[in-house]
């Protein structure tokens, strides 16, 4: 990792206050070091912070992930019920997930439309609204 994707990593996590350890640097620089918006999983980024050498357990990627959610650093959208990514993109924005890959990407929000969002139950209220369109390749 670079020294200038190091800082950034560690910039970001002073954002949101959290204390910059080795291991949370590492995975900040991984994930926001170059400036890049990224989409992970717990797996694909535990797989790119041992590439670098690093000592990281996939448990520690888990907790690290919710807890950077927790204090708004990322946002977690999940597919299937069972799959969770990572976004560090965390103003609301549709998705694209690409069935044949698993793969996460931005959909382009100015295209997207909702009319009206039913009302929400009694004692009750929206949250947030989730937008995932899943795709396949023609043929």
Not at 20 to 40: F, S, Y
Not at 54 to 80: H, I, P, R, W
Request: glycine share 8%; proline share 5%.
């Amino acid at each position: 990792m670079t020294p200038e994707a190091i800082d950034r990593g560690t910039n970001w996590l002073g954002q949101a206050g959290l204390r910059p350890t080795r291991q949370r640097v590492a995975l900040a620089a991984l994930l926001v070091g170059d400036g890049d918006d990224r989409h992970v999983t717990a797996e694909s980024l535990f797989a790119a912070v041992k590439e670098t050498g690093e000592k990281v357990s996939l448990a520690t990627v888990y907790n690290t992930l919710k807890a950077f959610c927790d204090v708004g650093l990322m946002q977690e959208v999940t597919v299937d019920g069972s799959k969770s990514y990572f976004d560090t993109k965390t103003h609301d924005h549709p998705h694209f997930f690409w069935e044949e890959d698993g793969r996460l990407t931005d959909a382009p929000p100015h295209e997207l439309k909702i009319a009206q969002l039913p009302d929400a139950p009694e004692g009750a209220e929206i949250a947030s609204v989730d937008v995932v369109i899943r795709l396949r390749r023609k043929g």
